[in-house]
């Protein structure tokens, strides 16, 4: 069973950074692709990033490109968002999910597993 257990999330002040991390179990992953999603109150989840576990290959949502990086590190079976420059606008509780398939998926009923989510708060 797959598991991806979200950590990083907390409380910043605007232009501040954070790093989340998405620790994924019970697979072995080279053949997936993971994606973050967020949603904020009263919003719908929307694609934040995503990266094919193999190849590396990255691919962001246009509001979050420059300010965010996306990367996983083999050895921890860990998928890592950067989030730099941040805005009041990214408060949000923020999610890990892994589809079986390395393609580049940019929706959110395109995967099947998703982690509980972390909260990012960005403060004025």
């Known amino acids: 069973q797959v598991q991806l257990v979200e950590s990083g999330g907390g409380l910043v002040q605007t232009g501040g950074s954070l790093r989340l991390s998405c620790a994924a179990s019970g697979r072995t992953f080279s053949s997936y692709v993971m994606g973050w999603f967020r949603q904020a109150p009263g919003k719908e989840r929307e694609f934040v990033a995503a990266?094919?576990?193999?190849?590396?290959?990255?691919t962001y949502a246009d509001s979050m490109k420059g300010r965010f990086t996306i990367s996983r590190d083999n050895v921890k079976n860990t998928v890592y968002l950067q989030m730099n420059s941040l805005k009041p606008e990214d408060t949000a509780v923020y999610y890990c999910?892994?589809?079986?398939?390395?393609?580049?998926?940019?929706?959110?009923?395109?995967?099947?597993?998703w982690g509980q989510g972390t909260q990012v708060t960005v403060s004025s």
């Open positions: 999910a892994a589809k079986s398939i390395p393609v580049l998926y940019r929706t959110v009923d395109s995967y099947n597993y």
């Open positions: 990266i094919m576990w193999s190849a590396g290959i990255t």
